[in-house]
């Protein structure tokens, strides 16, 4: 345990040595220093991992943590931070998923942007990327994760611009960093209200003091928990701040892969699923959470429908596969969302990554529409495709289907409608991901089938194969973050209940099949002009972007723009005028002449005289 | 006068017997450098014996002067200061065509003037002393008469100053012929005499009133300030920075054993006539400075403005009673030496720079553009004094701002406290101002300088001297505090 400080240590280390050789240094020591850091601290992981199971064998209580005290950060009156790192099976769940997926995504990287003029930078922020989301996973109280949080912002908009010279994707950039910032204040704030009620903001002590110090559905409770899930909303691009994940795959496909997929999105899931003492005091958040889950993975299913670029596909369908596992946290099933968390984690950083291939075989094009019957020319990625896609659909015996079967029964016990709901976006996830299959792999595109090339390296294929074993397999691991996880109740819904989940994705791919390649039912594409308004639509994301446009954008912009001259700098320039005019004034006094000068003293003494006398 | 008597005299004795000295020699051999050696070593020796005597006691010698721990620290602080200005006239005067050695005698002169004053708890001492040190300083000021284009405005500087110290001096004489009239006996602690009081108490009252008029002048205090910048202008660098810090703390010496001894009572009824002209002299010496163009008119602004401030302790002090032991004297006595230092330094480096080109001293600021690469180290050390007139933190008078404001808190002088500060944010903008010229790149039409400086090494030694001085005073203050409570102690 005491090795613990090495896993978020080496990564940070890798970004020192490449900020610090600054450009000089050679691709192949860049490539071992980026990779070599995060593949470390994988076998970190690892080596805790088996110290944490042979601690738990010889009695340690299950689901107790380790506290690692490293130095104190912060002392201010009563607030007493330590800069100290907690261990339980919920964070060595997230290590496995941050380091692991991470070094697979590392070495894939290192391939993908051989050619990129900047390499050593791309690694130097997935590095402190890492270091940041390690930190915010292993943080031992919430400020010191707070920095976590923001180290891992700060990642997310330097990658996402990684390609500044093009304005779009510094417009990307921004747009996500704005947009997530809305949800970090309310983050922030729910934090100062937490030290405010509980006076402290460690994160074991504030679990157990919650529940002593709030009463059940109160509204102090209540109001914590909605802003943590602002939170958590941002940065787990749900509705309402869900608006920046699209655009945010300006960035490179690997670094969608490892922030956009696998690791910095699901922050929010891990936020709520930490502090669930304090969101189990308001039923009202719960409900919250859950509906804001159900309601993202439908807006998300529908909008990945109507999508042309690859990447944007995947990320609708990210977002939506988030939104399941805020439905499992609303509806209390949490370790079936931290698993979920997990094979998603694996599956989509699978399907991104072959995305990645694919749009590098296919000279950085990326839209679906001019590919099409690629399954020959490239087979490694099309089994691995597959694989990625049966396990998003989450056909049995998949780690996919393992990890959203239970989500789904779960929902059935709290609520059916959010059973209703949740299993109609797997119906809508089947369909998506069928047409996304069938665009790219299957059939001929217009122009026919398009020539690609092989990429260079020998990075590119061992990470997608070891992710597409892992895909298959990943349902069967034992979560370590069930022992911490309050157990969700024994589910016992009707058998049809559990036939419709599973039968559903199945409908969707045929109804996919028959539709997009086949060419049946042409109806359901929506492809004639009657349809227009309401494809553009749904392709626009349910019209969000341009919502908020009129909202918020624009009126921020016309206020800026009526602020141009700063009315506050109007009391500076005040005190500028008013003292050059004072000066002007009294230089006048100071003419040169000597009459002047003894007039001055002598009505000045008659005053210091006059006012001694007479007061 | 007994020999103990003559002993403890011996500071004033040795300046004094400095410029005889100059004045034999010169009448046999005229040689800059010797003259300069002479003074230095004279004036050396006068203050080290000065500091020396430091805690031998009370010695009253004859009725006019008395020799105590506070005339020994603030002598030596005179002489230190007289030390630095010849130091940094040769330079300055090697460089000008001016006949120099007679310089060293006014200088000599002026210093003994400001020692008499120091020492003086007389009235007749007070008024010798007083004028002793002014005029020597008209010479001084209008020295350079033969200085080719700046020599109109060097003899209007000279004459101004004696016409209006004359008319300072009428109302010194008059305010003590009034308190005499009163008491009927001249030393300063007046209201003690047996005799008691005959006339009626406006005697006095317009007496010492208008005795702090005269002295108003000599400290430049607003409305009586008029002087400060055409003097200051006209004066040769040197003169100009003896007569910002040594003419002032002679005269702030006096002034606190004066209060001390006349008793803060009497005071009182000023304290509305004090406050007016210190709130004043803080407002206008920075807002007449703010735009300032020629960087000596600037510094005589601003050491209008430090006299404005060294007034918030002063009032403090009055309206504490017990001046002595209380922390308002102190602030002025550690804010005196902290001004005298830095004063002398941005002087010491104006003298340096003068020498150069006189355009310098005469000239607009932009003439300081890029001086930072071209005179580094003269930069640095600017950059110090500015930064200590400043109040910077790390520098002295940081720490002798710090003294005012603790000063005005005690006795919650609030009104003068939000002057002092509004008065410094202003002279934020002036000093930075300097200091941001002097940072500029380079430009093409950088002024002609002299080839080969004279004498610069030596007049290095004495600005790097001031320059650690006022760094050393702003880390460690604790020597410097822990004299003038000794100065204070004795009174």
Known sequence: MNLLWLIPTLPFLGFTILVLSSGRMSRERARIVGVGSVALAFLATIYIATQYYAAAAHGLDHGAGFTVSLWPWITAGSLNLNFSLYLDGLSLSMLFVITGVGALIHLYASGYMWDDPDYTRFFTYMNLFVAAMLMLVLADNLVLMFLGWEGVGLCSFLLIGFWYKDPKNGYAARKAFVVTRAGDTAFAIGLFLLFRELGSLEIQEILHLAPENFEMGGNMPTLISALLLGGAVGKSAQIPLQTWLPDAMAGPTPVSALIHAATMVTAGVYLIARCHPVFLLSPIAMTMVASIGLITLLVAGFTALNQWDIKRVLAYSTMSQIGYMFLALGVEAWDSSIFHLMTHAIFKALLFLTAGSIILAMHHEQDIRKMGGLRKQLPVPFWCFLIGSACLIALPPTSGFWSKEPILLAAWEADPIFWYGAVFGAFLTAVYTTRLMLLVFFGTPEGGIPKTHEPKGWQLHPPLIILAGLSLVAGLFNLPAADVLPHAHEHHPPLWVEITGILLPVVGIFIGWQVFLKGRWQALRMESPAFDGLRKFLASGWGFDWLYDILLVKPFMALAKANRNDIVDLVPKAVVVASSQCYYFFSRGQNGQLRFYVATMAAAAIMIISLALFT | ?491
């Not at chain 2, 003086?120 to 033969?146: C, D, Q, R, T």
């Not at chain 2, 720490?399 to 000063?407: D, E, N, R």
């Not at chain 2, 009104?415 to 101002?433: I, P």
Request: hydrophobic share 55%; with cysteine; charged share 10%.
């Open chain 2, 1 to 491: 006068m007994d020999l103990i008597q003559l002993l403890a005299l011996m500071p004033l004795l040795i300046v004094g017997g400095v410029s005889i000295v100059l004045m034999l020699l010169i009448a046999f051999v005229r040689n800059h450098a010797l003259t300069c050696f002479v003074t230095c070593i004279g004036l050396l020796a006068a203050m080290l014996t000065s500091i020396n005597t430091i805690g031998d006691g009370i010695i009253q010698v004859t009725p006019l002067l008395v020799m105590d721990d506070f005339t020994r620290v603030f002598c030596a602080l005179m002489i230190g200061i007289s030390l630095a200005a010849s130091w940094m006239a040769y330079t300055y005067m090697e460089a000008s065509d001016e006949i120099r050695e007679e310089y060293y005698i006014l200088l000599a002169l002026a210093a003994l003037g400001g020692c008499v004053l120091i020492a003086s708890n007389h009235f007749a001492s007070m008024f010798i002393g007083i004028e002793l040190l002014s005029v020597s300083l008209f010479a001084m000021v209008g020295y350079m008469v033969h200085g080719g284009k700046s020599s109109d405005i060097t003899l209007e500087g000279g004459v101004k100053y004696m016409i209006m110290s004359g008319v300072s001096s009428s109302f010194l004489l008059f305010g003590v012929a009034l308190i005499y009239a009163y008491a009927g006996i001249l030393t300063i602690d007046f209201l003690a005499a047996p005799a008691g009081a005959t006339l009626s108490q406006g005697y006095l009252i317009v007496g010492t009133s208008m005795l702090i008029i005269g002295l108003a002048f000599k400290l430049s205090w607003v409305p009586f300030h008029m002087w400060t910048p055409d003097v200051y202008q006209g004066a040769p660098a040197p003169v100009t920075g003896f007569l910002a810090s040594g003419a002032k703390i002679a005269v702030f010496a006096f002034l606190i054993r004066f209060l001390i001894a006349s008793g803060p009572d009497r005071i009182d009824l000023l304290l509305a006539g004090l406050t007016i002209m210190a709130v004043l002299s803080m407002l206008l010496g920075n807002l007449m400075a703010l735009l300032q163009s020629n960087l000596k008119r600037l510094l005589a602004y601003s050491s209008v403005a430090h006299m404005g401030y060294m007034m918030v302790a002063l009032i403090a002090a009055i309206k504490t009673g017990n001046i002595s032991e209380d922390v308002a004297a102190e602030a002025i006595g550690v804010y005196m030496v902290a001004y005298a230092l830095m004063t002398l330094l941005a002087f010491a480096v104006l003298s340096r720079l003068a020498a150069l080109n006189s355009e310098y001293e005469t000239g607009n600021i932009e003439m300081y553009g890029g001086l930072l690469y071209r005179h580094p180290w003269m930069a640095t050390c600017m950059f110090v004094a500015f930064l200590g007139l400043i109040g910077m933190p790390l520098t002295a008078g940081f720490i002798g701002k710090y003294y005012l404001m603790l000063a005005g808190v005690d006795q919650q002088l609030w009104t003068l406290l939000w002057v002092l500060v509004a008065g410094s944010a202003l002279g934020l903008y002036y000093y930075l101002k300097v200091i941001l010229v002097m940072c500029k790149e380079s430009q093409d039409d950088a002024p002609a300088e002299l080839e080969t400086p004279v004498a610069s090494g030596f007049s290095g030694v004495l600005i790097s001297g001031l320059c650690l001085m006022v760094l050393y005073v702003g880390i460690y203050p604790t020597p410097v505090i822990d004299w003038i409570q000794l100065a204070l102690a004795s009174l």
